[in-house]
């Protein structure tokens, strides 16, 4: 049980479009989830905490309206990065908070390049 | 603010001994969670054990275990009969004792068993 999933695994796309990342829980339902980025040979780094109904909460200097997280059901949260940059080439993990609050489930990751 | 110090960024250990990881955390909780989690190439985030602060007595999971000492905010992971599957990632983490707090990690130990 617990298992969380991402899709794609890795995505190229050019810069200037967007990218969609989703993340299932697959046999619980979350009702939070949490978006990290890592850099490589890097710690994992929070983006923002995405709650079901509600708007994610973004940590310090994550751009909002760049990093779109959409969180629509209990099993689903979206990240979209809009207007990609070369920049914004990096790996991006998922997790999702299980049954206790100091569960947290993470996903396989997605490994984004922009070109 | 909480942080997280690994202050070793690679450690290596021959395949049977034992390796202990460092962990130095701040906070001005009471109560909290730390965790270690493994990375390993995959680079899917596994967690390795978990220590509730309130709890006196050190967390055990098979061949790995904590010294957990409070007052000093330390947080050793020690890893018995070191195999090859244990090279990764390791990463310490803090999270405080409320409902859905995020994950603070450490910077990373890289961890090579050699043969």
């Known amino acids: 049980g617990a298992v969380v999933s991402q899709h794609p695994s890795w995505v190229i796309c050019k810069s200037g479009t967007s990218v969609k990342i989703e993340c299932r829980s697959l046999d619980f339902q979350a009702t939070t989830m949490f978006w990290y980025r890592q850099f490589p040979k890097q710690s994992l780094m929070l983006m923002a905490t995405s709650n079901e109904g509600s708007k994610a909460t973004y940590e310090q200097g994550v751009e909002k309206d760049k990093f779109l997280i959409n969180h629509a059901s209990l099993t689903l949260s979206t990240l979209t990065v809009t207007s990609a940059h070369p920049e914004d080439s990096s790996f991006y993990i998922c997790?999702?908070?299980?049954?206790?609050?100091?569960?947290?489930?993470f996903g396989p990751g997605t490994r984004l390049t922009v070109t | 603010a909480q942080t997280v110090t690994q202050s070793q960024p690679e450690m290596s250990v021959q395949e049977a001994e034992t390796v202990t990881l460092s962990c130095t955390y701040d906070t001005s909780e009471n109560n909290y969670y730390l965790f270690w989690y493994k990375q390993p190439p995959s680079r899917q985030m596994i967690l390795v054990i978990r220590?509730?602060?309130?709890?006196?007595q050190n967390a055990t999971e098979n061949r790995f275990s904590v010294n957990f000492q409070k007052a000093a905010k330390s947080f050793s992971l020690k890893i018995s009969d070191s195999q090859l599957g244990d090279t990764a990632m390791y990463f310490c983490a803090f999270m405080k004792h409320v409902n859905t707090d995020k994950l603070i990690f450490g910077t990373g130990t890289r961890l090579q068993v050699f043969p």
């Open positions: 997790s999702a908070e299980g049954r206790l609050s100091y569960e947290q489930y």
């Open positions: 220590q509730e602060a309130y709890k006196q």
